[in-house]
């Protein structure tokens, strides 16, 4: 197995979370469950030049191409192990889509956009080809890089939403407007739509998804798991926010994301039984 990763150097630094490459052994063909992060992602599928996603409920298959940037996720995914064996791609900080692309964040949220529908076929092209004969995982991680200096807009993040960012990563269980906008010189109506312009999803719900990455994190790091103290911890109310905001997220109850996790913090294995 190879994985690489990489932060890339500044300016990019300020937008992108990493760049990486991964490649693996082929897998038998399983159905997985992909739970969102509160970031968005850009990726190349280097086995094939393709995308898979399927209807959790009738096992459906959507097929697109297999560079795609995929927006914020409010919800699960269902993917290929297939799809997963030689992947390059780039995890960007919550508001960093905007950098490198013109539209806003929240047009893209819950929706892999084909990327030669924004970076246009012959640049996505050239990406995929230059990722493909890079000689050595460096050299493949220099391509993503340079890929983004070039598409890099030189935008930076509106200073409150940069404030509100670095606030709610240090206390998600707040996540109130007026916690931002009693020190920041906008309506509480002009911020959230700021906001969601450049993160891609409302304050209140980004703020969820960073409480339910919290919990997915200390439940995977855990051998086993005491489900009421990761709620406390994680700065849920009671158990029944807990589990609802668990559910909504992953469309599973902890104890079954307990019971179906992977070596992978955010990839839960998808039981054909839940089809239908």
């Known amino acids: 197995m190879i994985f690489a990763t990489r932060r890339p150097a500044p300016p990019l ?16 063909f399983a159905l997985e469950r992909v739970l969102p992060t509160g970031g968005a992602q850009l990726i190349v ?14 096992g459906r298959c959507q097929r697109m191409p297999g560079s795609t940037l995929g927006g914020v996720a409010t919800r699960f995914q269902i993917i290929d192990t297939a799809e997963q064996e030689h992947v390059a791609g780039v995890a960007f900080r919550p508001g960093g889509t905007t950098a490198f692309f013109p539209a806003p964040a929240h047009t893209l949220t819950d929706m892999d956009a084909p990327l030669d529908a924004l970076w246009g076929a012959r640049a996505t092209a050239r990406l995929r080809e230059q990722l493909l004969e890079a000689a050595t ?19 930076a993040r509106h200073p409150a939403v940069a404030f509100a960012l670095d606030a709610f990563r240090r206390r998600p269980d707040v996540g109130r407007v007026g916690d931002v906008t009693s020190v920041i010189a906008l309506s509480p109506k002009r911020f959230i739509e700021r906001f969601k312009a450049e993160v891609g999803v409302t304050p209140k719900r980004y703020c969820r998804l960073l409480r339910f990455q919290q919990a997915v994190g200390r439940a995977h790091a855990a051998r ?17 926010h807990f589990i609802r905001d668990f559910h909504e997220f992953s469309g599973l109850t902890p ?4 019971a179906a996790r992977t070596a992978f913090q955010n990839h839960v294995t998808f039981l054909q039984s839940d089809l239908g």
Do not use: M
Request: aromatic residues 12%.
């Open 13 to 28: 630094d300020d937008h992108v979370e990493a760049i990486w490459l991964f490649q693996c052994a082929a897998r038998p």
């Open 45 to 58: 599928n280097l086995k094939e030049d393709q995308t898979r996603t399927y209807d959790a409920a009738s």
């Open 137 to 155: 995982p460096d050299a493949a991680l220099d391509v993503l890089e340079w890929t983004l200096r070039t598409a890099f807009l030189g935008r």
């Open 224 to 240: 086993q798991v005491d489900w009421a103290e990761v709620a406390v911890a994680c700065g849920y109310f009671d158990q029944p």
């Open 255 to 258: 104890t079954a994301y307990g």
